[in-house]
């Protein structure tokens, strides 16, 4: 079997500074622990309680030492409560998502309504909305853009960082067409714009495509429905043992790409169960 990988795939700028981080703390002595999965990666969050770091859900689960803060980012209160439990904080916030806390809150101070478009139940969401105060809303798609009433408001809107350009330019239009005036910044990650971009090219000219990530990251996901809108067979996965021979009979090239987080050894154990086929 013949396996192409995308130009751009796996571990982004952002995960790779939030794992730096992580890894010198954790060989330092005392406590450490991330509030969530520092990453959406299943394995490397394994790996890293195999060193020691111990994954919470709540500030007061952390006991005492560090807290790590995720690379999606937290809202501003879970920051705060964690600095008056006295706990040493280590943010590992990934830069882009948070230039884009700086950015609503000086649209917010500026009289703005805040859009943000994105999946509104997603941690990094959860964070820039709280970054915004009050006056914000997410959304979703552009269907949602009808459940609002825009006639006379001032909107900034900005984007979930995993975003497709396509999705955020659709509800930046339609509001436009309806708000008396749209500041809007496209805050899609470059990483993932390239990742989406190098996915979409490399679809349409294999038999199948393999996407590798964890399922509950938003980015991976993201490349998945892009795979898939090229009408091959897309599979997504989050390691290589997962693979079936069947997906892939008679087949001669597939392609293969890796969500933001998926680091290069999950990508090369993918590949080369591949190649065995």
């Excluded at 002595?29 to 709540?58: C, F, M, W, Y």
Aim: charged share 25%.
């Amino acid at each position: 079997m013949k396996v192409i990988i995308a130009d751009q795939a796996g571990v982004c700028f952002g995960v790779k500074r939030a794992l730096d981080l992580v890894n010198a703390e954790a060989e330092k002595s005392g406590a450490l622990a991330t509030l969530g999965p520092l990453i959406h990666n299943p394995q490397v969050v394994h790996d890293l309680e195999e060193k020691g770091v111990r994954v919470v859900k709540k500030i007061e689960d952390a006991g005492s030492g560090a807290i790590v803060m995720p690379s999606h980012g937290v809202p501003r209160e879970v920051m705060a409560s964690a600095e008056e439990a006295g706990l040493r904080v280590v943010d590992a916030t990934c830069p882009f998502v948070a230039k884009v806390h700086t950015r609503v809150h000086a649209l917010a101070s500026e009289g703005y309504l805040v859009v943000v478009v994105g999946d509104a139940g997603h941690s990094e969401v959860k964070a820039i909305r709280s970054a915004a105060g009050e006056n914000a809303i997410v959304i979703s798609s552009v269907d949602e853009v009808d459940n609002y009433k825009w006639g006379g408001k001032k909107i900034g809107i900005v984007s979930q960082t995993t975003q497709t350009p396509e999705r955020f330019g659709e509800v930046v239009g339609k509001i436009a067409s309806k708000a008396v005036e749209v500041v809007a910044y496209n805050t899609i990650c470059y990483a993932t714009h390239d990742r989406q971009t190098a996915a979409r090219n490399l679809a349409p000219s294999v038999e199948a495509m393999f996407v590798v990530g964890g399922r509950n990251s938003a980015n991976t996901n993201r490349l998945v429905e892009i795979c898939q809108e090229s009408g091959v067979p897309t599979y997504h996965i989050e390691t290589a043992s997962e693979i079936e021979d069947n997906w892939v009979k008679r087949m001669q090239v597939v392609g293969l790409t890796a969500g933001a987080s998926t680091p290069q050894w999950i990508i090369d154990e993918v590949r080369k169960r591949l190649e065995e086929l």
